[in-house]
């Protein structure tokens, strides 16, 4: 059973709008959280990351949550643009990196 | 431009051989690692490298081989060994391997076999 949870599978929203990434981790002893982007076919991109005494983080319209208590973390974006269409994925890091299965987001015009 | 590159960006392999992957960094990092991304599923650890001449298995080594022989390079051999070896790779970097460094990707090469 993998370590790192993400929900939904996939998301398609509309351009404009807000939505909300999950992840729920078993991973333990944690160190950090990280999120990152994927375009297709490239590599991923950092876009937070959080150690276990944050609980929050932003970047522009990116805004990530973590709650340590009950290992869950979750990434909302705010004001989709088209260039949002992505892959996300949560990272956590307990001495080795344990990668989610991701996110992929559609956002349509 | 400073950055980690990978090369070819699109492969194609005959059962039976063996093929390498390449990755290049020039951001002067003493770290180095290789991941397969599968469909569905979270990267997974091939290799690590933290210094020249030195590397570790990671989750998946079996039917692959790497070198450490430069800081700069750390190549990727995909054997015959390696019983489903269609994938993306990606190679990515960091400045040391503490917890708290990030890891750079690379833009990945994607194997097929025929």
């Known amino acids: 059973k993998n370590q790192v949870e993400q929900s939904p599978q996939s998301l398609i929203i509309l351009e404009g709008k807000n939505c909300t990434l999950q992840?729920?981790?078993?991973?333990?002893?944690?160190?950090?959280l990280r999120w990152y982007k994927q375009d297709t076919g490239r590599g991923p991109v950092s876009l937070t990351i959080m150690t276990f005494s944050e609980n929050t983080k932003s970047n522009g319209r990116y805004t990530a949550t973590l709650d340590a208590d009950t290992k869950q973390s979750s990434l909302h974006i705010t004001a989709s643009q088209l260039s949002d269409s992505a892959s996300y994925i949560c990272v956590v890091s307990e001495g080795d990196m344990r990668f989610g299965a991701g996110t992929r987001l559609t956002v349509k015009p | 431009d400073g950055g980690i590159t990978q090369s070819p960006k699109y492969l194609f392999r005959k059962e039976g051989q063996n093929v390498t992957l390449s990755c290049e960094q020039n951001?002067?990092?003493?770290?180095m690692y290789w991941y397969r991304q599968d469909p569905g599923q979270g990267l997974r650890l091939i290799y690590y490298s933290q210094i020249v001449n030195d590397f570790q298995k990671g989750d998946i080594a079996e039917g692959y081989s790497v070198s450490r022989e430069k800081k700069e390079s750390f190549p990727l051999t995909v054997t015959s060994a390696q019983k489903n070896p269609t994938a993306f790779y990606l190679c990515?970097?960091?400045?040391?391997?503490?917890?708290?460094?990030?890891?750079?990707f690379g833009p990945g090469t994607r194997l097929t076999v025929l």
């Open positions: 990515a970097s960091s400045m040391g391997t503490t917890l708290y460094n990030e890891q750079f």
């Open positions: 951001l002067n990092h003493d770290a």
């Open positions: 992840c729920n981790y078993t991973v333990s002893p944690f160190s950090n």
